[in-house]
């Protein structure tokens, strides 16, 4: 073997040899892999943060509307929802102010309202507003309060609350 051969052989065997086109597509396609599982479990944590605060909002809103139906007994009552999409689900009715007002309560929060009278008959024969009306007509009805609330307080001397 000559000088010249023994060199090139030397330096073939020395040489750092590149990995196969497809190895290198593997290694990327299992580091792309790897970071988009890192990411999928972020935005899970973010899904399940967020299904947790919903969580605590609907018990507290639950809890309000218990509030809500022992401060109207006269007029507060509950109803089942007919149909197979709203199975086990309430509407509970009052009247605040006037105006007819209702919401839905869920199976889990039923409990909660045990303090309110039951009716079997329909939903239907309790006039309610749509969902952008019942907001406009709580805010108005809470305006009306508030309003009332400082002439009381104009009228004995006092400040009224802030």
Known sequence: MTTHAREGLLSRLVRPRRPPAESVDRLRLEHELAVSRLRLARWQQHADAYERRLGDAERERAHLLSWLAALHPAS?????LTGPEHEGTHRLCLI?????LSWHIP?????LFAHVPFRAESV?????????DQGALIRRHVRLLAMEGAVQAGLAGRAPAP
């Open 76 to 80: 507060a009552v509950l109803t089942p």
């Open 124 to 132: 239907d024969a309790h006039p309610v507003p749509d969902a952008v």
């Open 107 to 111: 199976p889990a929060d039923l409990a």
């Open 96 to 100: 605040a102010g006037g105006w007819h």
